[in-house]
């Protein structure tokens, strides 16, 4: 059974920085790309970054571009979300997901249960 | 940056009845295309990828169709499990992955 659980959540002051984690098991991790979408309260779904499953390609939305961080360490089925200079809108549960396939197989087939993040003063 | 639109923002709809949502990219998506549930407190769930390809373990009431700009995500007769949102989207062209705002399905 596939299983990711992310972890790291917390409450941060603006400016201030946070490390989430996803822990994945149920499946070759290393085979397959992962990515991060969050979901601010009461809103939609919003995509954050990717990573590929070597680790050799990586994406990010402009939103979050230069301050968070992904990478992945596959000899220990774990995905990791670097978050610094947080701001107010970064609050949001966070979801690790699995990249179903290659370019034009790209949607996510399976979900976290999410980690939420707040950023307040 | 394709742009995804669903409508309705919310839909009502009786159980036993049908459902249809609608999804439109800015660009034509060829069926590069998924639909995710989430029902409240709960992660999103993928439904269908590829426009019309239901994922592992989905039942059968639940059909997607479409290509280039236009497609639709129909649940045949709706039980009551099915009330929640419903999110397209986009891996055509990619990054960024976009997703649709949502359809709130209601009793």
């Known amino acids: 059974e596939v299983q990711l659980v992310e972890s790291g959540g917390a409450l941060v002051q603006p400016g201030g920085s946070l490390r989430l984690s996803c822990a994945a098991s149920g499946f070759t991790f290393s085979n397959y790309a992962m990515t991060w979408v969050r979901q601010a309260p009461g809103k939609g779904l919003e995509w954050v970054s990717y990573i590929s499953a070597s680790g050799s390609n990586i994406d990010y939305a402009d939103s979050v571009k230069g301050r968070l961080t992904i990478s992945r360490d596959n000899a220990k089925n774990s995905l990791s979300l670097q978050m610094n200079s947080l701001r107010d809108e970064d609050t949001a549960v966070y979801y690790c997901?699995?990249?179903?396939?290659?370019?034009?197989?790209?949607?996510?087939?399976?979900w976290g249960q999410g980690t939420l993040v707040t950023v307040s003063s | 940056e394709i742009v995804m639109t669903q409508s309705p923002a919310t839909l009502s709809v009786s159980p036993g009845e049908r459902a249809t949502l609608s999804c439109r990219a800015s660009?034509?998506?060829?069926?590069?295309l998924a639909w995710y549930q989430q029902k409240p407190g709960q992660a999103p769930r993928l439904l269908i990828y590829?426009?019309?390809t239901r994922a592992t373990g989905i039942p059968a009431r639940f059909s997607g169709s479409g290509s280039g700009t236009e497609f639709t995500l129909t649940i045949s007769s709706l039980l009551s499990e099915d009330f929640a949102v419903y999110y397209c989207q986009q891996y055509n062209k990619w990054p960024p992955f976009t997703f649709g705002q949502g359809t709130k399905l209601e009793i």
């Open positions: 660009q034509s998506i060829s069926s590069n």
């Open positions: 997901a699995r990249v179903k396939g290659n370019y034009f197989d790209s949607n996510f087939d399976f």
């Open positions: 590829g426009a019309s």
